[in-house]
């Protein structure tokens, strides 16, 4: 039988829903029979990528966040996280480590962390359009499954 799953997920950009996606998240992936190493990936690049738009994103408002998770055929899981807010003017220079628009409570690390623990990370981002951050992880197939 073809692996082929996905759910979709829309919630207002309340930091409250950031625990929400990321567990919503974990919940998904287990079909996938991960390792607790692979689950914690998962959680950690959500997390982040939920983050920002809710804190970036939607600066003064509140706005609307969609997370889509699809598991592939090849055994990877494919989590995107779209916002229709502020937009990235330079996306080259908000992946570079560091480079920050927060406050001090933020370290300018997030799109760092997502592409060190996902195999791919993709961002496409229009200034007044919102934000699409695409993420693949393969999971391990582990014997005795
Ligand atoms: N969804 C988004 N909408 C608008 N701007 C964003 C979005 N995601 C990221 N950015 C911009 O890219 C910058 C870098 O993001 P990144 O997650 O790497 O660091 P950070 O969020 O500033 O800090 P940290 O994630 O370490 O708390 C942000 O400061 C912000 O300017
Ligand atoms: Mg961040």
Redesign the pocket.
């Known amino acids: 039988m073809k692996m082929e799953n996905h759910v979709s997920l829309e919630f207002p950009s309340r930091s409250a829903n950031e625990g929400f996606a990321r567990t919503a998240a974990a919940c998904f992936a287990a079909q996938l029979d991960p390792t607790l190493e692979e689950i914690n990936d998962v959680k950690t690049a959500v997390s ?1 990528a939920v ?3 809710i ?3 939607y600066p003064d408002t509140l706005g609307k966040i969609v997370l889509k998770l699809r598991l592939r055929d090849d055994h990877s899981l494919e989590i995107v996280v779209r ?1 229709w ?4 003017a330079d996306v080259e220079q ?2 570079t480590p560091l ?4 406050n001090e409570e ?7 962390i997502m592409e060190s623990f996902m195999d791919s990370l993709k961002v496409r ?1 229009a200034p007044g359009k919102g ?1 699409t951050v695409t993420m693949r992880r393969k999971i391990a197939r582990r014997m005795g499954r």
Do not use: L
């Open positions: 982040e983050t920002n738009a804190v970036h994103a916002d807010g502020v937009g990235i908000a992946r480079f920050t628009t927060g933020r370290s300018g690390m997030g799109f760092t981002s934000t």
